[in-house]
């Protein structure tokens, strides 16, 4: 009898563990996922692939299989570890470290399995012949934005190590020249980034020569601003059309507001 009551309390004593390892694991489990959504959620400035759709897109589009990581052939793409701060499994860059070389064959973007990576979004079509090619000038990684206050340029000492390292030399990164009034002696010339030429590459944040970069790449949708459509360039008829499409949106959701008003107005007579 003796035996039996002691292996009744074993029994209940390892149930009891188990329940609580049980609860223990979950709540391991609760906050790995809690974690992963929160770094799901803390990814604005991260810096994807050439060809990289929307970001909330691409989240849901990349199976993590690091395919596009394995065909780079720098090594400038990691994988998302757990202690980075960017969604596990993830392919991203960072230019300080190590810059998108702007391969002419983009060979990460073709190996994408599940269009994560749009090769779309970087195929330019002859006119003429209509035939495709890949352009990586055609990428949006990010966009380079200049730290005037840090800038060494701008200080009046000479540096043209961003504009000389940008492999669209004089397109996406001007210099700007500019008498210094302080020396009477010297010239300024400082850096300006053009927006709708920058990649987002970060070869100019890669050779910055200040300890922290005075140039860095940010995602688009961070380094650019919105005007809306009280503003156009009325010597832009892209902006013209910009505003015009808008405008007719907006005429359409009214139009569709006052329809739906209508409708629940012949609703309510059909009821009465």
Known sequence: MVMDTNKK?????????????GAGFLGIGG????????????????LRPPGAIDEKDFIKSCIKCG????ACPYESLNL???EDDVPIGTPYFEPREIPCYM???????????TGALDIKSVTTQNQETKEEKLDINKSKMGI????TE?????WGIQCDACYRACPLLDEAITLVYEKNERTGKHAYLKPVIHNEICTGCGMCEHACITEKSAIFVLPVDIATGAVGNHYIKGWDKDDEKRVKDAKENESEETDGAMDYLNNWEDLLDEER
Do not use: H
């Open 103 to 113: 391969c002419p064959d983009i060979p990460c973007v073709p190996v994408c399995p």
């Open 9 to 21: 309390d074993m029994s209940r004593r390892n149930a009891v563990r188990k329940v609580f390892q």
């Open 31 to 46: 906050l790995m996922w809690g974690g992963f959504i929160d770094k799901a959620k803390a990814s604005d400035l991260t």
């Open 150 to 154: 840090s800038c060494v340029a701008y």
């Open 67 to 70: 395919t596009c990581v394995e």
């Open 80 to 82: 998302a570890k757990p």
């Open 144 to 147: 380079a934005v200049v730290d």
